[in-house]
């Protein structure tokens, strides 16, 4: 029988492992597939110097690992530019070429970064211009890889784009398309993975008003400290569609219902809120998570309605978890925006989250509320990420035992704080 501290030595024993242990050893298993990873590339740029043609009878590089390793022409094509990226190239009448990223090639050889971290630094590297002094050039991919060992692609890419911006600033024009006019049409969706949309066609003056209103909304993000907005042209349209809905419909303004601003209602037993089980009813939706509905109720419009045993309302329009206008703007100041590390989310986007959870006792006050983005709301609410606020007044996370060990509090430096 295994014990609990080690792994087990089938893979039908996972089940008798506690969860630590099984964070430990699929963390463990990440860096042994990069080192593989790393080691296989090695013998493939080894295969590709002396000639693909002769060792294989293949064409290219790419040829041989789509025959070889049976995978798809796209995966074929992105491995062998990876080998080639990571790995210096034939000789040809002189020296072998070296490679595009050789101090990548070293950091995926220990196993610290992976495909995808390492196909976002070799993209930033490919656009380099060749004027640019090679010095320049590996003092750039130094700091991508070294951004690499504690981040994801996207963090990369976006690190790459403030490489680009100070070695060639030059882009390229968005295309503006004008659209057929139409009879406007609108449904709402909901998708077979349980997630909701619209599927919609506007007339050219509705769109044109949409557009109008939602272009300021969807402008990047104010770069900060040179690091530019990392969200696509449709993400920033999403995020400015959802705000541009919650502005209006928390507007006094506009018609509501019994004269009051638009409210969802959320639905659930005091049982099931205290004891965090069971399940809500959001209204116009339908079931959600109990989970879901804290989330919800901690920072928005949103009415609960807790029910008795019986069903009867206990407690309609409850609001001492929805922080007040002064409270909001007190967390502007302090935390600019999504508290989470790493993340840029700007304040808009973001809600205030309890610290202590509100069915904990938690009181709606400032040093137990932190601002973060849907993701990191989700997070937080889901994981063993922790946050509290230190003796300076600012948030600070601690990440699971997994990620760090010695449970090294994190900081956001994203934002510029008031």
């Not at 680009?164 to 057929?180: H, I, Q, T, Y």
Request: with cysteine; charged share 30%; glycine share 8%.
């Amino acid at each position: 029988m295994a014990s609990n501290d080690a792994p087990p030595e089938t893979p039908t024993e996972w089940w008798r492992v506690d969860t630590a242990t099984l964070h430990a050893r699929k963390q463990e298993l990440e860096i042994l597939k990069r080192q593989a990873d790393a080691e296989q590339n090695a013998i493939l740029a080894e295969i590709n110097s002396r000639g693909v043609r002769g060792c294989s009878g293949h064409s290219t590089l790419a040829a041989l690992i789509f025959e070889d390793f049976l995978v798809t022409d796209k995966e074929a094509s992105a491995r062998a530019d990876r080998v080639l990226a990571l790995h210096p190239g034939p000789a040809i009448g002189g020296d072998p070429e070296p490679p595009l990223a050789p101090l990548t090639a070293q950091a995926a050889a220990e196993g610290a970064i992976g495909g995808s971290q390492i196909d976002a630094i070799i993209r930033t590297l490919a656009r380099i211009p060749s004027s640019v002094p090679e010095e320049d050039v590996r003092a750039g991919e130094a700091i991508l890889v070294e951004l690499a060992r504690r981040a994801g692609p996207r963090q990369i890419a976006r690190a790459g784009r403030r490489l680009l911006d100070e070695l060639d600033p030059d882009g390229k024009e968005p295309r503006n398309e004008d659209p057929k006019d139409t009879r406007p049409e609108l449904r709402f969706v909901r998708h077979r993975d349980g997630t909701l949309g619209l599927k919609g066609t506007l007339d050219l003056e509705t769109y044109a008003r949409l557009k109008s209103d939602l272009d300021p909304m969807a402008k990047p993000h104010k770069a900060i400290d040179g690091v530019r907005d990392s969200r696509s042209q449709d993400e920033r349209y999403g995020d400015a569609f959802t705000d541009y809905v919650r502005l209006k419909t928390t507007s006094r303004n506009l018609p509501g219902q019994a004269g009051e601003a638009t409210h969802i209602l959320v639905t659930m037993s005091y049982e099931d809120l205290i004891r965090d089980i069971g399940e809500a009813h959001l209204d116009l939706v339908g079931p959600i998570s109990a989970t879901d509905a804290r989330i919800l109720a901690c920072d928005a419009r949103v009415r609960p309605g807790v029910l008795g045993t019986a069903g009867e309302p206990l407690d309609i329009g409850r609001s001492k978890r929805t922080v007040s206008l002064a409270q909001k703007y007190a967390l502007t100041i302090r935390d600019g925006g999504c508290a989470f590390p790493g993340c840029d989310m700007p304040v808009p986007r973001c809600t205030a989250h309890h610290i202590v959870f509100w069915r904990h006792h938690g009181e709606t006050k400032i040093d137990n509320l932190v601002l973060l983005c849907t993701k990191h709301h989700r997070l937080i609410h889901h994981s063993e990420w922790k946050v509290q606020i230190a003796q300076d007044g600012l948030p600070e996370f601690t990440p699971p035992a997994y990620l760090d060990p010695t449970g090294t509090p994190r900081r956001n430096t994203m934002h510029l704080r008031a």
